[in-house]
């Protein structure tokens, strides 16, 4: 036995030490040089947490098949650290498990470690908690921030270590990026922002990632050894700030997020397909799409006002199916650039202008005979041109693409595949619905605490729920002339945002909300008082913390001074000076009621309330038979939250309608996030998804929690499904 272990050992060892050593991942102005092959890298960005594990073998299967060669993710530092030293990698934040179904699909990977990552993304990415270090300043020359941010991203990369992830090591990662869009704040703040630019770079250029390159993005002066990149609908004219790093393109975007109160953006596969040619066209050797699979904000992961579908208009749609066309119209761009790989990697290019906004590129390798050329037309008309004694059409707005400087294989406008009919098809179940009804707490609950003054949102509910109430007593003399002349005082509230509503005496008087483009808001109205002590509770809520902006850690949110009444004998009464009393969240937080728990007595049947505010709703169903996504039809509701078996689905907010212009939209011209918008007049978002692993096949436990009086009844489980034409 002694004899077979020792040999089984040698056996290995040989092979180990036999085994080729895997080259460092390098670079030239060219490309990236992988194993010694130089390539031009088609990347997609599909984020871990905004799909479920069940979901990443299809959706990167998908990828691939897409013609993806890179997948590109953040890492999402308060899922991972949602508590200070308490450490998060599982579920939907298992990192290891994502990356190594990349590598077994055939995918390398783009780390982006940050661990800012903007993302639309709950505060950034940064754990709230981080705001309230002693001392901290986030993203500048800020000793407790730095401390910080070197901590998490050393146990990352540690991590990618001891599981042999990078490329060099056998693994998928085949490039990092610490930081994000740091540019235009390094810009803002000065001198500090350049030391932090300063420190961050030899600081993750110090770490050991075996050999693997850095990325920063929208960073122009970035300092070696980083390779700067472009973000933005197009970047064929970005020149990066060295001129021996590939020309990257980190962040295409697909079209746009969608917030609550703001139509949907669209980006046709005309113009996205035409932004990659051009990129292409003038060198370019990475591109990555963001997003390629925009998925869902589960929960309360989604950034200030930002909805739960975080869709983007990308190739794969919230649920991981096929875009169309755009998905198989890039598909086959992918292919044709593959095709045109060799001649691009081996030369430059020869720029001929063959009128005013039309142009031919011809790459023409000195050896091994390669040739590509492509033909473009920036018109938004359609035009003729004379190269190499022949004549071509091209089409508005497009790119041709000769892959052998002889036959056309593509054109970006030219689009062949079919588009299917997205329906919402409602499933046979149906929801038997039990109430229960919450009341605004009053002044010395048990579950309160009172103090004198008002007090910032986000510093006593430390993010933990959207809801903080403010509660106060109001004593009204039996003498005021308002109540003799049967009239109403005014109530005056400012907020920081986002959303507020105004209870008296238990009653719901009136609510205010903001925008993604100004979260504040203001309740001003006449509310009925009686003689005696009145109670006035103010729910405050937060629609997700901001994702964006200088020092954004100094933000304020939720109801601030002056909260006045006036219409009284004396004027104007200041309440901001009195006590108040808070409660973080809502009273069926605390007994588990998003579980289902029966720890209260459900109403059911004929005594079920509903179109009432601060009201729970709870059913239980069977999961349908099939594997088609599944969704929530929330249209019939107001604004809340959602959970099945315990796991959060969303914020809903169906009542929030998009404002805005929409209309008929051509992929000709420049594309912005406000050109080729939808849905005006309807829901921001009105369908939510139901992932099918969270499912049982039957007792699943439905919980709607609905601040402004929704109607349940309304509610409907729906498959989301695609039709051809015949």
Known sequence: MNFVVVFVAAVVLF?????????????????????????????????????????????LKRAKEGGLDVIQTYVFWNGHEPFPGKFNFEGRYDLVKFLKLAHQAGLYVHLR?????????????????????????????????????????????????????????????????????????????????????????????????????WIVCKQEDAPPPMIDACN?????????????????????????????????????????????????????SYFNYYMYHGGTNFGRTGALFLTTSYEYD???????????????????????????????????????????????????????????????????????VTFWNKQYELPAWSVSIFPDCKTEAFNTARVKATTPLLRMVPTNT???????????????????????????????????????????????????????????????????GHELCVFVNGQLVGTAYGTLADPRLTFSKGVKLKAGVNKISLLSATVGLPNVGTHYEQWNYGIHAPVTLSGLNEGTRDLSKQKWSYRVGMKGDYLHLNTGSNSVAWAG?????????????????????????????????????????????????????????????????????????????????????VPRSWLKPSGNVLVVFEEWGGDPKGIKLNRRTKQYAN
């Open 15 to 59: 092979s180990l030490a036999s085994a080729p050593a895997r080259a460092a991942v390098t670079y030239d102005d060219k490309g990236f040089i992988i194993n010694g092959h130089k390539k031009i890298l088609i990347s997609g960005s599909i984020h871990y947490p905004r799909s479920t594990p069940g979901m990443w073998p299809d959706i």
């Open 113 to 213: 470690i940050g661990p800012y990552i903007c993302g639309e993304w709950n505060y950034g990415g940064f754990p709230v908690w981080l705001r309230y270090v002693p001392g901290m300043e986030f993203r500048t020359d800020n000793k407790p921030f730095k401390v910080a941010m070197q901590r998490f991203v050393e146990k990352i990369v540690n991590i990618m270590n001891l599981e042999k992830l990078f490329e060099p090591q056998g693994g998928p990662i085949i490039m990092n990026q610490i930081e994000n869009e740091y540019g235009p704040v390094q810009w803002d703040i000065g001198a500090p922002g350049k030391a932090y630019a300063k420190w961050f770079t030899q600081m993750a250029a110090g770490l050991n990632t075996a050999h693997v390159p």
């Open 232 to 284: 933005g609908f197009y970047c064929e004219n970005f020149k990066p700030h060295h001129p021996h790093t590939p020309k990257m393109f980190t962040e295409l975007w697909t079209a746009w997020f969608t917030a609550y109160g703001t139509p949907v953006p669209r980006r046709s596969a005309e113009d996205t397909a035409f932004s990659v040619a051009r990129f292409i066209q003038y060198g370019g």
């Open 314 to 384: 990308g190739l794969l749609d919230e649920y991981g199916l096929p875009n169309e066309p755009k998905y198989w119209h890039l598909a086959e761009l992918h292919k044709v650039i593959k095709q045109a790989e060799p001649a691009i990697i081996s030369s430059y290019p020869t720029v001929t202008w063959l009128g005013k906004s039309q142009q031919a590129h011809v790459y023409s390798a000195k050896t091994g005979g390669h040739c590509a050329l492509f033909l473009s037309n920036t018109d938004q008309f359609p035009a003729k």
């Open 430 to 496: 149906w929801f038997t619905w039990q109430s229960y009804v919450e009341y605004p707490p009053s002044v010395g609950d048990k579950d309160t605490h009172a103090t004198d003054g008002i007090w910032e949102q986000v510093i006593m509910t430390r993010d933990a729920s959207d809801y903080l109430w403010y509660t106060t007593d109001v004593f009204i003399a039996s003498n005021e002339k308002f109540l003799k002349d049967g009239k109403e005082t005014v109530l005056y509230v400012p907020s920081g």
């Open 605 to 689: 049947g004929s005594h079920l309330t509903y179109k009432y505010p601060l009201t729970w709703y709870k059913s239980t169903f069977n999961a349908p038979d099939g594997n088609e996504p599944l969704t929530l039809d929330l249209g019939s509701m107001g604004k809340g939250l959602v959970w099945i078996n315990g796991e959060a689905v969303a914020r809903h907010w169906p009542a929030n309608t998009a404002r805005g212009k929409c209309g008929k939209c051509t992929y000709t011209g420049f594309y912005s996030e406000t050109k080729c918008l939808t849905q005006c007049g309807q829901p921001s978002q009105r369908w939510y998804h």
